[in-house]
T-cell receptor, first 114, second 114 residues
């Protein structure tokens, strides 16, 4: 059984650029959630994908968007990067069949916006 | 989902039990208490969850008060590798189609001292 993987591990961008982060869910999981974690804070829910559609969204602007693919992997896209977007971006997978919905997190992508 | 309150930091001597408290006075009858931890620069890791009975697994024990307004996570023999931020989260069970999100606070930084 493979765990949740994310790529890249680190990324540096400049303000105004666009970025794409990738996540492969754990084997057997069909739901992917994305979280943003600023320094010293707990993770904040961005959105969730299930059946290739967005299924819930946190308080993030539309320039944060995502995709889920038929193999349940996912992408997080952020347009028009701002300095405050600098954070650790976490992906978590879970199964809709698991009512206790234990979420398995990847190691994260550290994004720095200069 | 109900809000939780945790102390910002705690110390524990290596080999001793670490008792991490959490207040969740507004918890409702169908909400569970979940604990996750996050070791520095890694993704959060599920530890344990419970409804009203005490729970134990290979990682920890969870003690929930009879009125369910507070709980304690117990690491019976803390090691240096248990140094992490511990998050207490209250949520209801996942229902198919609902958003499976976790609402993190700032957690408790547990520092295990040699």
């Amino acid at each position: 059984e493979t765990g949740v993987t994310q790529s890249p591990t680190h990324l540096i961008k400049t303000r105004g650029q666009q970025v794409t982060l990738r996540c492969s869910s754990q084997s057997g999981h069909n739901t992917v959630s994305w979280y943003q974690q600023a320094l010293g804070q707990g993770p904040q829910f961005i959105f969730q994908y299930y059946r290739e559609e967005e299924n819930g969204r946190g308080n993030f602007p539309p320039r944060f968007s995502g995709l889920q693919f038929p193999n349940y992997s996912s992408e997080l896209n952020v347009n028009a990067l701002e300095l405050d977007d600098s954070a650790l971006y976490l992906c978590a997978s879970s199964s809709v069949r698991d009512s206790y919905n234990e979420q398995f997190f990847g190691p994260g992508t550290r994004l720095t916006v200069l | 989902d109900a809000k939780t309150t945790q102390p910002p930091s705690m110390d524990c001597a290596e080999g001793r039990a670490a008792n991490l408290p959490c207040n969740h006075s507004t918890i409702s009858g169908n909400e569970y208490v979940y604990w996750y931890r996050q070791i520095h620069s890694q993704g959060p890791q599920y530890i344990i969850h419970g409804l009203k009975n005490n729970e134990t697994n290979e990682m920890a024990s969870l003690i929930i008060t009879e009125d369910r307004k507070s709980s304690t996570l117990i690491l019976p023999h803390a090691t240096l590798r248990d140094t992490a931020v511990y998050y207490c989260i209250v949520r209801s069970l996942y229902l198919g189609g609902a958003t499976n999100k976790l609402i993190f606070g700032t957690g408790t930084l547990l520092a295990v001292q040699p």
